[in-house]
């Protein structure tokens, strides 16, 4: 379980440009939970998936994980059972290394190793195993360089790679953006394989509305640090495209009135 608890979070502070992002914000993420969440640039999206993972400290309130606070947890250690997929391909692996390289060092997350150890050859069969449920061919590139692979087959490393080591929770920030449209549903498809089979508590941020309503049991959206719809089980199930349009531009309205 994830738990924010009247989160306060103030950027450029004391400026001119002050502005509050998150006021007494609360946001509760039951375990296994596969939660997509939709809303306008600025909404505070990402920044919720940050102050969560730890890249983005909290001005004020209270962070748990599983019951326990994280708050004033660094991020390194938040991550021992955080996974994350970031928008970008090229970041969550090493372009200069190869694939079993990465693989490698994604096996020994926060483990103590030196480089000379950082790949084990006798796990090479299982890593094949691994890529090869990807059906993408990966498994048969095992000492090309990751720099050389596709958007796609990057995307799909660093899914794998990011639930090598035993997690509880996995971060996916808009990590279908950068792709063509088959490629992103073929990560998709395996987004949510990988997250029944593990059993994972996944918060995945979208602007893609179809996968937002295709994939996961909860649907949130958020405008100006809030959470302004939360759509559950059979809500969730019989939501349509066009209702979370009609709030998009009921927003887009408002604020183009407010101007």
């Known amino acids: 379980m994830i738990e924010l608890s009247k989160i306060n979070k103030i950027y450029n502070k004391g400026t001119v440009n002050e502005t509050q992002l998150f006021k007494d914000f609360n946001f509760k993420v039951e375990n296994q939970d596969f939660i997509s969440v939709v809303g306008s640039n600025g909404s505070g999206k990402t920044t919720m998936l940050n102050m969560i993972c730890g890249s983005v400290p909290i001005d004020s309130g209270l962070i748990k994980i599983n019951g326990q606070s994280v708050t004033k947890m660094k991020e390194f250690q938040r991550y021992k059972k955080i996974g994350r997929v970031y928008q970008n391909p090229s970041m969550g692996t090493c372009d200069t290394m190869t694939i079993l390289e990465n693989m490698s060092l994604a096996e020994n997350k926060g483990k103590m190793f030196g480089l000379s150890l950082g790949t084990n050859k006798k796990r090479i069969n299982y890593y094949k195993e691994l890529l090869a ?127």
């Open 133 to 259: 449920e990807l059906n993408i061919g990966l498994e048969d590139k095992m000492n090309v360089k990751v720099g050389l692979l596709s958007g796609g087959q990057r995307q799909a490393l660093a899914l794998i790679m990011s639930v090598m080591t035993p997690i509880d929770i996995l971060i996916l920030d808009e990590h279908t953006a950068a792709l063509d449209p088959k490629t992103a549903e073929t990560i998709m498809m395996l987004t949510d394989k990988v997250v029944r089979e593990k059993k994972l508590t996944t918060i995945m941020v979208t602007h893609n509305l179809m996968y937002a309503i295709k994939y996961g049991n909860r649907l949130v959206m958020m405008h100006e640090g809030n959470v302004i719809m939360d759509k559950k089980g059979e809500e969730k199930k019989n939501a349509k495209i066009d209702d979370l349009l009609d709030v998009f531009n009921t927003i887009s309205l408002e604020r183009g009135n407010s101007l």
